[in-house]
């Protein structure tokens, strides 16, 4: 079986005869009426359907190491501490504290399940889970609320054995449900008895590997209980650490059953730009045709074609964040001149203001001297990172700016920014006044040489 040379957990489905590799759905170029490839242009031999993706007992290093991203550890910690701060308390504060945790904790195991389902294989954005886990505790209330009453009728109608019986099957099933919401996002459907025996049929071996697995962990949680049987919220809290750890491999488990058996069950992953080739966007076929061009190392094309995106899509954030890793990555933090202004205006409008110091920090890293072009770019550069307490960054942005721009119409503003950055740092109080001095000149002459 061949892989696609530029996603190695994709099944190669087409392949270049020229450039000798295969490439999958996402890496074709559609664009001329048919499919050729991205580096040649040459048409591409069509593979056929490919098998389904590496199966996840062939990744489990990979699965295991998934909550290792700092972002997600750290998530980690903090709810294990204040899961056993809250276990520890009682009444409403111990309910509220439990309650918070469950939310923020739940609702960033399902974005696990749907990220990696999606195609994406690392941990995803912790700072999305802190919405919309309410209405997700709700939701899953609602299921197990939904799930008693039909073992309860069950029980009624045939009696205790069926309604034991019947509630194994919901236990086995359990993973499934949570697979189906997380699919459909619909109570209904998740705990729709014929849905859940659907998936179950379709995912067959595969699932119950999924189950065994999910045991092991449970019952090494339930192993390192009795180790740690202190009372103390310190033993209370390493616990938690281990269960949240093995809830995070869980729904990445859980969604890499799906990504893996997208095929068999008819779902399309929403991998970047998804879908049927033929029927994607524009913007989407330039997102394919970058990745590709990145990953062989063609940069004049590679630069041209982030030129031309940027330019079509100036709203696009995702286009802006490849291109600032592409520029700092090639040492070609001066191309980034022309896209400044546009690319603030982008990071305001998607609320990512706070994302601005680590990127010139980054870019500061790959050339120590930088400095924007643009008097208007250092000016509003410095005023973004005073506020966000960069007050060294600030100053070094304005520094000299009135014999790079003597013409720059904000001088004067832009010197009273530097006075307040340098008023931040330690023993600057003397060049802070001087600054100041400097700023009021400018006000009296706008336009000194
Ligand atoms: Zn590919
Ligand atoms: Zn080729």
Known sequence: MEYCKYHPESDATYRCADCQVGQCDHCVDESAGSLRCFVCRRELENQGPGESVVPFWRRLDKCFSYPMAKQTLLLIIVASVVSALGASMDGLQSFILLFVVSAVTTKYGFLCLQQTAAGNMTAPDVSDAYSGGVRLI?????????????ILAMANALGQTAAIVFSVF????????????????AIGSAINPVEVVRLVLQLRGAYLLLLLFITIMIAS??????????????SAALQSVVSYYYWIVIFHLMGY?????????????????????????EKQHTLARIGVLAKEGMFTELSSEFKTALKKYPDDIGIYD???????????????????????????????????????????????????VSAEVRFKLAGILLKQGKPALSVKLINRLHRDHPRFEQLS?????MADALEELPEKQVQADKC??????????????
């Open 138 to 150: 709700f939701h899953i209330i609602m299921i197990f609320l939904g799930i008693i009453f039909m």
């Open 170 to 185: 919901w236990l086995c099933c359990l993973p499934a449900v949570f697979i189906n919401y997380a699919r459909f996002e």
């Open 221 to 234: 949680v339930g192993t390192l209980s009795q180790l740690f049987d202190g009372e103390d919220v310190l």
């Open 257 to 281: 059953l799906l990504f893996q058996k997208q095929r068999v069950l008819g779902y399309v992953s929403h991998l970047e730009s998804e879908g049927d080739v033929h029927n994607r966007s």
């Open 322 to 372: 490849r291109y600032v890793d592409y520029l700092c990555a090639l040492h070609k933090t001066a191309e980034l001149d022309k896209f400044w202004l546009a690319y603030l205006s982008c990071l305001e409008k998607c609320g990512r203001m706070s994302q601005v110091s680590g990127v010139l920090l980054r870019i500061l890293n790959v050339a120590p001297d930088y400095l924007p």
């Open 413 to 417: 503003e832009a010197y009273f920014l």
């Open 436 to 449: 100041r001095i400097l700023a009021n000149k400018l006000k009296v002459r706008p336009l000194a040489t």
